[in-house]
């Protein structure tokens, strides 16, 4: 069975794209060549990112830290899985903070690792990106988006394009200096040219859309 490596040659994947995408390569030179991203070579658990991506969601960073800070205080443990969520009941997560919504998505998290069905850091280097993906949107409040961030920047897969996603829309709108955002499945058609390094690609049209709207602090997407 193949083994997928975490992470990818950058200077290969900044090569090619300058070659494959004349616009894009612009915007490129003018960055600069980005580095690859430190968590590729880190071990983590995937159930734990999971929980935290699930308590990070519609809320600022700092509001979700300290939601995390307080369930992790309660269930005494830095890290979340099956065992250390069930040390508390429903009523002490929630008295942290927790939304009814977020509560039985870590309880359906905790569920699905607890009869096997969540695959560790070990198995999923044997799956594809589509395995991964379908193995994780069946969890509760965990969709499409959230398991690409996982594929691109803890498992560092080189040709994830996630098409959903505002930021990339926006920055292939700019690069094509088009009036309006291309749709899902046309940005899908546009990014065929930077496979198969279509993560590096959108490493770049988030800093491009990241500079059109002048932000002053780029925007977080990948997971703690």
Known sequence: MPRHARGFDTLAAYDHLLRADRKLGKWM???????????????????????????YQQLSGKAAATIVARVETAIGSD???????????????RACGVSGNKLLALRDLALRESNGLIPTLRQMSTLDDDAIIAALVPIRGIGRWTVEMMLMFRLGRPDVLPVD????????????????????????ERGKRWAPYRTYASLYLWRIADAGSRQKVPVKRSQE
């Open 29 to 55: 030179q003018s960055i600069g060549a980005i580095a690859p991203d430190p968590r590729w070579r880190k071990a983590f658990d995937p159930v734990d990112a999971l929980a935290r991506a699930i308590l």
């Open 79 to 93: 890290r979340f899985h099956c065992d250390t969520l069930a040390r508390c009941d429903d009523a002490t997560i």
């Open 165 to 188: 996603d505002l930021g990339i829309r926006k920055g292939a709108q700019v690069v094509d200096k088009a009036d309006g955002m291309l749709a899902p499945k046309a940005l899908l």
